[in-house]
């Protein structure tokens, strides 16, 4: 399926896998809506796909968790990018590794409101145009994460969960439509992830990807693209993606032989 001239909303474009899809939707002449906190940053990315790929871009500061914000960017968007084609839902965010008698209140709300009633509360009122318009694609960003819990990982883990069975609800509930439901569901990518997990240790976020060869947030990108744009009879459900060195959640190789990083 060819995505030239489809409008693309992607959540949480202004870091990792989310600009990296941007770059890559761009490059296949798709319109691009995205949204993030960080405004700066997103009309940077802006400016830089006008210019290399000549593509239309419509950037705005949304906060995923004020559903009231959302349904104002939502009510004020011009029509022609209203009518969303592919929905990538990926703003999200951990925060904390403790044990689960020890985390902080304010982390799990943060991760609650972000990855689960974000996502819910974007797909809410970006699915019913695609049902009328009888078209659209809705690519989940999950996580292994969602698949397997792994120590101190609990509450996002939970989340993670939750956006496996919303995926699963939305495809049970879109079964009588064209809409194709998917969920890309990476391991270890390095992005500001861990820097935002561990709230700005930076020595504690290259800590995760010591002595291993990661995913880029390009790789997964290269997967979301895939998914997009297999032929509209295909709908792959779900798709996991871990760096070679990974076998689950818990089970990296870190041994990496020198010469070979
Ligand atoms: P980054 O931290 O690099 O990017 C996260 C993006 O989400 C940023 O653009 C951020 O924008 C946005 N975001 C966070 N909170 C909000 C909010 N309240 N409102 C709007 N946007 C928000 O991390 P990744 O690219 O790695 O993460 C993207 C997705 O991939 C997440 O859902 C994450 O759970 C998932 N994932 C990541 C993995 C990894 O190892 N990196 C592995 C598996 C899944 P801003 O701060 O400007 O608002
Ligand atoms: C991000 C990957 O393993 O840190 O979802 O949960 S992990």
Redo the contacts with the bound molecule.
Sequence with gaps: MDVKGMVVFI??????????CARKFAKGGAQLLL????IE??KKLSNELETVYGCKVYVQQ?????SIGIAQFFAQLPEEWKAIDILIN?????RGLDKIYEGQLSDWE?MI???VK?LLCISRLVIPGMVQRRKGTIIN?????GHEVYPRGNV?CAT?HA?NAITKGMRLDLVDTPIRVCTV????????????RFHGDVHRAKKVYENIV??T?DD?ADVVYFVATRPPHVQIAEVIVFPTCQASSWLVHRDLPKGTE
Excluded: C, H, M, W
Aim: net charge negative; charged share 20%; no cysteine.
């Design positions: 959540t949480g474009a202004s870091s990792g896998i989310g600009q990296a949204i993030a906190r960080r940053r997103l949304v906060d995923v968790r004020d990926n703003a999200g965010l951990s943060e409101d972000t990855n974000g960003i999950g996580s292994i994460a996002y993670k956006v569901d990476p391991g270890l990518v390095e992005t500001e992830f861990s820097y935002v990661p995913l947030a997964v």
